[in-house]
């Protein structure tokens, strides 16, 4: 079956190895961001160069950014942005459709950049500029958003790095030549303009590869949760001893006599709203820490490898691949319930459980149980979206055969704090929202202790015995090796 780019493009994964690319997956996006400060801490002269290109196009949008009222045509072109769906990283509705940059991180950018970015180019605390430093304050501007700016900015070389390998390994069957728009920015005309490029060709579009080293897989390496662990020691590193007791002061005003978490960080953020040198000291921080970022990304990376490739390939050619079970068909819930059951049974009953731990330890978000079950409506002719939004918040997979057969599926971790008000609320608000009835909510545990919350949750909410909520058992303890049975 084929899942991944040297399974299409018929090439040895070890060329990929070598020649330095991630290995995508080409049916659905695995959750690999690139992050822009591997450029910046980088020791290569071109991954330095790209970084600065990107700090002078932010430069040349935040001097434009001084006209408020910004022609809309203008802001689209400048701001704009399709996803990168070609390279395959990300989030993703479906495969990997992406929503791309548009409206709010538009409005965003351009409303903040006089505030956050006016001193790009000339630091004083800093020893560069971040384009991170964006998502510290402003809510809604996470990781991928990060990501795909960054990658729309660098799609250049990226272009350039994928062609290079085309021309090099694959042969004329699986390449061809493709103009894309906004590769290069003409500051003389201040457009973006188009290029040409031989690239790998398959399902009628191009595909992008990426340079491992580019990648993370969690939280990029300036984040908001890091500023918020360490904020309590970022004042000491400022200098000024009358601003850092300023700083304390007011942080300690804005605390309720016994504050949550939420109070902490609410106050948090309004200290660094209020002190924006915290930002500059936590970033000068994360600089000066700049090897870990790539210590800890390369082990990301490997750790992906691991878990969406190595165990995925192993599970889909052992497991599903025999069964014959992609040649199945009906409505959407018992197709829905007979896929969920059939993961189950491969976890519980055919050594599936081992693809969920690395390095001994269980997956830590449901998205990787998510992906797993994606392998399961491999080539089907439903149609299968994954995180679907619809104004309610997102459904894990939305299952449908038009606009009158709509199944909704739900993944949850039993150590998941949430989960009695998921169970209670979350899934029936995605019913009215999806315009359907049929929902199913799987929750995967790794030991007895989930185990008994997650039953002690059903019978408190009385819906121990309801059909649509299955139980997977990943744990290791109970599990006798399918190769052990006679």
């Not at 500051?187 to 060709?201: D, K, M, V």
């Not at 970022?293 to 497991?319: G, M, P, R, W």
């Not at 929750?443 to 909520?469: C, G, H, M, Q, T």
Request: aromatic content about 12%; charged content about 30%; some cysteine.
């Amino acid at each position: 079956m084929k899942i991944y780019f040297s399974d299409y493009f018929e090439i040895s994964p070890k060329v990929l190895e070598k020649y330095g690319a991630f290995n995508i997956s080409l049916i659905n996006d695995l959750p690999l961001f690139i992050d822009p400060f591997l450029l910046f801490h980088s020791r290569k002269p071109k991954y330095k160069e790209l970084h600065n290109q990107i700090i002078k196009y932010v430069r040349f949008l935040r001097d434009k950014s001084t006209d408020i009222n910004l022609d809309d045509g203008l802001l689209q072109a400048w701001y704009f942005f399709p996803e990168v769906k070609q390279n395959w990283l990300g989030f993703s509705v479906s495969g990997n459709k992406g929503a791309g940059l548009r409206d709010d991180f538009a409005y965003s950018l351009h409303a903040n950049l006089n505030k956050i970015f006016s001193g790009f180019g000339n630091e004083k605390i800093t020893k560069g500029s971040h384009l991170e430093k964006l998502c510290l304050i402003k809510g809604g501007v996470g990781r991928d958003k990060i990501s795909d700016f960054t990658t729309n900015l660098i799609k250049n070389f990226l272009l350039q790095y994928t062609q290079e390998f085309a021309v090099k390994y694959l042969p004329r069957k699986y390449k061809k030549r493709i103009a894309v728009n906004k590769v290069v920015f003409n500051y003389n005309t201040e457009s973006w303009e188009r290029r040409t490029f031989t690239l790998p060709y398959i399902n009628n579009d191009y595909v992008i590869l990426t340079p491992k080293n580019l990648l993370t897989r969690h939280d990029l390496w300036i984040n908001k949760e890091d500023l918020f662990d360490d904020f309590e020691d970022i004042p000491e590193a400022i200098p000024n001893a009358q601003l850092r007791a300023q700083i304390d002061n007011y942080f300690k005003s804005l605390l309720p006599e016994d504050p949550t978490k939420k109070d902490i960080n609410k106050a948090k953020l309004q200290t660094v709203n209020n002190f924006p040198q915290l930002l500059d000291y936590y970033i000068r921080y994360k600089e000066q820490n700049g090897d870990s970022a790539n210590t800890s990304s390369t082990y990301k990376v490997k750790e992906a490898e691991f878990q969406y490739i190595q165990q995925i390939q192993a599970l889909s050619e052992d497991l599903l691949k025999k069964s014959g079970f992609y040649n199945s068909k009906g409505r959407t819930y018992e197709e829905s319930l007979q896929r969920v059951k059939f993961l189950k049974d491969v976890i519980e009953n055919k050594d599936g459980y081992k693809y969920l731990y690395h390095e001994g330890k269980p997956i830590e978000n449901e998205n990787d149980l998510q992906i797993l079950y994606r392998l399961t409506w491999f080539a089907t002719d439903l149609d299968v979206n994954r995180e679907v939004n619809n104004g309610r918040g997102p459904v894990d997979y939305k299952v449908s055969k038009g606009s009158k057969d709509t199944t909704v599926v739900e993944f949850k971790l039993a150590r998941n704090t949430k989960l009695e008000a998921n169970l209670k609320n979350q899934v029936e608000i995605y019913k009215r929202a999806n315009n359907t009835k049929n929902a199913i909510k799987v929750i995967l545990y790794f030991n007895e202790k989930e185990k008994s919350k997650v039953y002690d949750i059903l019978r408190k909410l009385r819906i121990k015995s309801a059909p649509n909520i299955i139980l997977i058992d990943a744990s290791k303890e109970n599990k006798i090796s399918a190769s052990k049975v006679r």
